[in-house]
């Protein structure tokens, strides 16, 4: 079944958004040490993510440290989490609403009408899910330009994109097309309504040629 393949493959790129979305929050490399301009210091490198920030020596040791205070912390820091948690919540609920209004599964197989509405509140959600961690990795993305491309700024205070920004950026994609697909299904359900209900040769009021 057509439909069915097409919910499958978008269940599957929603799921792995969210491993993508967990693993870029959990990430260090939001933003790494910018070696522009003459900052010539190789020695470390410097990365901070949403939850620590990291020095890694030339010699291959890498120590990190937990932020300690959640209140000194950054806006743009608090907002990201906040986005990228919200996007990881809403993704798990999307998926666990789509188990139900996917036609593979058994679950409402006696209501095909109200199975697609599951499939398609599941599909929202999943969109909306994919923009929060959108707005948040490039909420984040366009602050570090701005430090970057800012004349006060210290040459050796300046930060490029990591790594983690990358895997969000991914992340956020694949739950948005994911829920996409999942929501493109429901415009086949009135297509097959005249075959399911075909005119009656007795019935009034028309004309058969």
Same mark, same amino acid.
């Given at each position: 079944?057509?439909?069915?393949?097409?919910?499958?493959?978008?269940?599957?790129?929603?799921?792995?958004?969210?491993?993508?979305? !967990?693993?870029?929050?959990?990430?260090?490399?939001?933003?790494?040490?910018?070696?522009?301009?003459?900052?010539?210091?190789?020695?470390?490198?410097?990365?901070?993510?949403?939850?620590?920030?990291?020095?890694?020596?030339?010699?291959?040791?890498?120590?990190?440290?937990?932020?300690?205070?959640?209140?000194?912390?950054?806006?743009?820091?608090?907002?990201?989490?906040?986005?990228?948690?919200?996007?990881?919540?809403?993704?798990?609920?999307?998926?666990?609403?789509?188990?139900?209004?996917?036609?593979?599964?058994?679950?409402?197989?006696?209501?095909?009408?109200?199975?697609?509405?599951?499939?398609?509140?599941?599909?929202?959600?999943?969109?909306?899910?994919?923009?929060?961690?959108?707005?948040?990795?490039?909420?984040?993305?366009?602050? !570090?330009?701005?430090?970057?491309?800012?004349?006060?700024?210290?040459?050796?205070?300046?930060?490029?994109?990591?790594?983690?920004?990358?895997?969000?950026?991914?992340?956020?994609?694949?739950?948005?097309?994911?829920?996409?697909?999942?929501?493109?299904?429901?415009?086949?359900?009135?297509?097959?309504?005249?075959?399911?209900?075909?005119?009656?040769?007795?019935?009034?009021?028309?004309?058969?040629?």
């Amino acid at each position: 079944m057509a439909n069915a393949g097409i919910q499958l493959l978008g269940f599957s790129l929603a799921f792995l958004g969210l491993i993508g979305t !967990i693993a870029s929050t959990i990430m260090v490399e939001w933003k790494a040490s910018s070696y522009a301009g003459d900052n010539i210091i190789t020695a470390q490198a410097l990365y901070e993510g949403l939850w620590k920030s990291c020095a890694s020596q030339s010699t291959g040791q890498v120590q990190c440290k937990v932020y300690d205070s959640l209140l000194q912390l950054p806006g743009i820091v608090l907002g990201t989490r906040g986005l990228m948690l919200c996007s990881i919540l809403l993704t798990f609920i999307a998926i666990l609403v789509e188990s139900v209004g996917m036609r593979c599964t058994t679950c409402l197989a006696e209501a095909p009408e109200q199975k697609d509405k599951v499939a398609l509140a599941g599909g929202i959600l999943l969109i909306f899910a994919g923009l929060l961690a959108l707005v948040g990795t490039c909420w984040y993305g366009h602050r !570090i330009a701005q430090d970057f491309y800012d004349p006060f700024t210290p040459t050796n205070s300046r930060y490029e994109f990591g790594s983690a920004l990358y895997v969000g950026w991914g992340a956020a994609f694949l739950v948005i097309i994911g829920g996409g697909f999942l929501c493109c299904n429901c415009s086949s359900k009135s297509s097959g309504k005249s075959p399911r209900y075909p005119p009656s040769a007795g019935q009034p009021g028309r004309d058969y040629v």
